[in-house]
C-alpha cells in the first residue's frame, strides 16, 4: 500500500524558512517524479513544485521561483519543499504527490497517482 506522509508545516514568521518533507512507503522513490501542490482557503489546489525521477527536470510555480527547492533522498524514500523567504500569500495547506511516468513536467492535479493528507503552512505577517 503506497502512503505519503507530509510533515514540517505550522504557524512560520513572514520570511522564515521552513522544510517540508514527503516520507513515502509502499513506493520505490527513485521510479516516480514528485510534485508538491497547495491549496488555500476558498481556492483550488495550485502546482508548486516538481522533479523527475532523474532529477534533472524541475518545474516550479512562478510564485516560488528563487524562493522554494524541491529535492528528495532516496535513501530516506523522503521529498521535501525547502520554503525560503515565505510570504503570508504562502498560507495553505500543501501536498506531495507522486507521478509514475517520472517525467517532472506534471502540473496537473489529475496527473498525479499518488497524494498525502496535507500539511498546513500559516505565514503571519
Known amino acids: 500500500q503506497v502512503q505519503l506522509v507530509e510533515s514540517g508545516g505550522g504557524l512560520v514568521q513572514a520570511g522564515g524558512s521552513p522544510r517540508l518533507s514527503c516520507a513515502t512507503s509502499?513506493?520505490?522513490?527513485?521510479?516516480?517524479?514528485m510534485g508538491w501542490f497547495r491549496q488555500a482557503p476558498g481556492k483550488e489546489r495550485e502546482f508548486v513544485a516538481a522533479?523527475?525521477?532523474?532529477?534533472?527536470?524541475?518545474a516550479l510555480t512562478d510564485s516560488v521561483k528563487g524562493r522554494f527547492t524541491i529535492s528528495r533522498d532516496f535513501a530516506k524514500n523522503t521529498a521535501y519543499l525547502q520554503m525560503n523567504s515565505l510570504k503570508p500569500e504562502d498560507t495553505a495547506v500543501y501536498f506531495c504527490a507522486a507521478d509514475q511516468s517520472g517525467l517532472g513536467q506534471s502540473r496537473r492535479v489529475v496527473e498525479y497517482d499518488y497524494w498525502g493528507r496535507g500539511t498546513q503552512v500559516t505565514v503571519s505577517s
Open positions: 509502499g513506493l520505490v522513490l527513485r521510479r516516480y517524479a
Open positions: 522533479i523527475s525521477w532523474a532529477g534533472d527536470t524541475v
